[in-house]
Each structure stands twice: as structure tokens, then as C-alpha cells.
């Protein structure tokens, strides 16, 4: 009796996970919220979580400064801004306006350092 392997089949190329927060968009939303909650203004918090605007289940991007605010937290903790924003329809809204406006504040900052270059 003879053994024939079964060759393996090739593995699958994994597409980058685009919704994991990267390095420097979390320094990017760090120094744009200037230390604070971006919701409530609070400097204090028991944390301060980067969170997606459009969440990661939906396609949001981590790469995405315009993606991303800096809230106060956890998300689990009722009463915080994280959490108003992940489990309310009053929070939902609010992301979705948060987003128009720092899309808006990006493209002005990229049309100041286009000029600039001119």
C-alpha cells in the first residue's frame, strides 16, 4: 500500500482589515480633538476611546481620520458619550453630522496646503 499526499490547495490572500484604527489616524484624531471628548468637551473622563463614526461593521474605515472622534468612554458605560453615540438614535444622527463635518474640515485643510504649494 502506497501513500499518495493530497497536495494542499493555495491559501486565500486576506484583504487588509481597513477597519482596524491605525497609528496615524489615532494621532491625527488625538491632536485634532485637543484632548477633549469631541461630543461633550469633557477634558476628564474615566477613558477617551477613537471611535467610528460609520462603524467598522458597516465598511468604516480606521484609516479615515474624518471617520473617526475621540469620545468619551467605554461604550459599555451607560452615560457616556461612546455609548450615546454606538446604542441611540439621537447618537446615530449625531455621528452622521460629526462626519459631514469633518469631512468638510479635511477638505478645507487640503485645500489650504494645495494653495500653500501653488
Not at 468637551?41 to 475621540?70: C, K, M, W
Not at 462626519?99 to 485643510?109: A, D
Request: charged share 30%.
Amino acid at each position: 500500500m502506497t501513500f499518495h499526499p493530497v497536495p494542499k490547495p493555495p491559501k486565500k490572500k486576506r484583504k487588509p482589515n481597513v477597519s482596524i484604527i491605525t497609528n496615524k489616524a489615532r494621532q491625527e484624531v488625538y491632536r485634532r480633538a485637543d484632548g477633549k471628548c469631541e461630543r461633550c468637551g469633557r477634558t476628564r473622563a474615566y477613558s477617551f476611546e477613537v471611535a467610528h463614526l460609520i462603524q467598522a461593521s458597516q465598511g468604516g474605515r480606521g484609516d479615515d481620520p474624518a471617520n473617526l472622534a475621540l469620545l468619551c468612554g467605554p461604550s459599555v458605560n451607560t452615560g457616556t458619550c461612546h455609548n450615546f453615540a454606538d446604542y441611540t438614535s439621537e447618537g446615530r444622527e449625531w455621528r452622521m453630522n460629526k462626519r459631514k463635518e469633518l469631512m468638510n474640515y479635511y477638505e478645507r485643510q487640503n485645500n489650504k496646503t494645495s494653495r500653500s504649494t501653488n
